[in-house]
């Protein structure tokens, strides 16, 4: 199909109520840009990119800092680790990764673990400052180290501490980083370039879109960090919340072309990655057998938890090993992972989709509508495919 002005790529003629709303959503965002991949049984259906990655123009190969959406890859790593026997689910971490045994940490399970409810979320305990944040290796022996709080066995988001502690996990059964994972878990065996944790590596084709708007400067505010700081000893989501995400000084880490966030690995907020590059993990995840097994897969979807998280202001998440529901129409039934600003990847394992949207827009008056953007991106997906089986079914019949 014809593209929209400014809008480069590719997009089946079923997916141009999409293609529309990508041209008028990101395709006139200051100094930004943003791309979006929708696979059907592992073919790509729809590749489309538009604006700015900073430096220049977004090209196909521009892959971007998509935060969260981070976890699910971790998670993938942990899986391909399962599948190999290597890991069991039911497991407790202790017993692969002795020092978590730590302060009454010993009977905590990969499960727990993997679905936010091992008490280990809390910032403030393990670190004093952002340099200590990206510090990896030093943030893996303190959540070894740490003592979990009030809320485990309670779903409660781990916004930083999940990409530690499967780093750590992994690394005490594998010997090796999560970087170095993601690379020979995911990148390698699926074929692609565009997954990195932090900074890709010299030479290689995925090129990182630097971050556009305001970023989190506001929370540098000296009023407003005080008051964050003292909202982390309310009880409740927003004390679980701040507990969480804050910490006096961390939003530097994300400041400059450069940001120090990409020389770190941060598995649960700095992957880099291109659009395809998260379609063509989600379509793994749900449907090759060449990359996971069945029963694998069939872990991975289960819902671990009904309960509302507490750290994220008592939504209903219903936490998978790694992975999260949305309530959006033509998403229920599928899993993935959202990040801060809204970048994603996603699986609707029913209708072999498989999406990936990323984009390096972060300012903090508009991040909720950029946070919404699965909202209005996956039911239009969805929409697409239903078109594209019902003229499957018509070309069927006339064949006939």
């Known amino acids: 199909m014809a593209l929209p002005d400014g809008v480069e790529g590719f997009a089946a003629p079923e997916y141009a109520p999409l293609v529309k709303a990508f041209a008028r959503t990101v395709g006139h965002r200051r100094d930004a840009g943003g791309a979006l991949a929708v696979h059907r049984h592992g073919i ?11 430096a220049a123009p977004w090209t196909a190969e521009t892959g971007a800092l998509v935060f969260s959406a981070t976890k699910g890859i971790t998670s993938a790593v942990l899986h391909r680790l399962a599948d190999r026997g290597l890991l069991d689910y039911t497991a407790p971490v202790a017993e692969y990764w002795p020092e978590f045994a730590a302060r009454d940490k010993g009977a905590i399970t990969v499960r727990q673990l993997m679905s936010h409810r091992a008490g280990l979320y809390a910032l403030a305990p393990l670190a004093r400052t952002a340099a200590e944040v990206l510090d990896h290796l030093l943030m893996e ?21 999940y990409g530690w502690l499967l780093a750590g996990l992994a690394r005490a059964i594998t010997g090796r980083g999560m970087a170095e ?27 990182t879109a630097h971050l556009a708007g305001t970023h989190l400067g506001a929370l540098a505010n000296p009023v407003l960090s ?22 006096p000084g961390l939003e530097q880490v994300l400041e400059g072309p450069e940001p120090a966030i990409l020389d770190t690995e941060l598995g649960a ?21 060449a990359y996971l097994s069945e029963q694998t897969r069939t872990a991975l979807r289960r819902i671990e938890t ?26 229920t039934g599928g899993f993935g992972h959202v990040g801060l600003g809204g970048c994603f990847g996603w699986a609707e394992p029913r209708l072999g989709l498989s999406v990936g949207f990323v984009h390096n827009r972060l300012s903090l008056p508009i991040l909720p509508l950029d946070m919404s953007a699965a909202a209005w991106i996956l ?15 018509a070309d069927a019949a006339a064949a006939a």
């Open 44 to 54: 790509a259906l729809v590749h489309i990119w538009t604006g700015s990655a900073g």
């Open 141 to 161: 022996e303190r959540l070894a180290a740490a003592k979990p709080d009030r809320l485990l066995g309670v779903p409660t988001y781990h916004a930083l501490t």
């Open 226 to 247: 005080r008051l964050l700081s003292g909202t982390r000893v309310l009880p409740g989501g927003a004390g679980a919340a701040a507990r969480s995400l804050f910490l």
């Open 306 to 331: 009904y309960r509302l998280d507490h750290g994220l202001f008592y939504a209903p998440m219903l936490w998978r090993l790694g992975y999260h529901s949305l309530p959006v129409p033509g998403a």
């Open 269 to 289: 907020g700095n992957g880099v990655c291109t659009a395809p590059g998260l379609a063509t993990l989600y379509g793994a995840l749900a449907a090759d057998d």
């Open 379 to 393: 039911p239009l997906v969805v929409t697409g495919a239903r078109t594209a089986h019902r003229a499957d079914r």
């Open 181 to 207: 994972l993601f690379r020979t878990e995911v990148a390698e065996p699926l074929g692609i370039d565009g997954i990195h944790l932090g900074r890709p590596p010299l030479g290689a084709p995925t090129v």
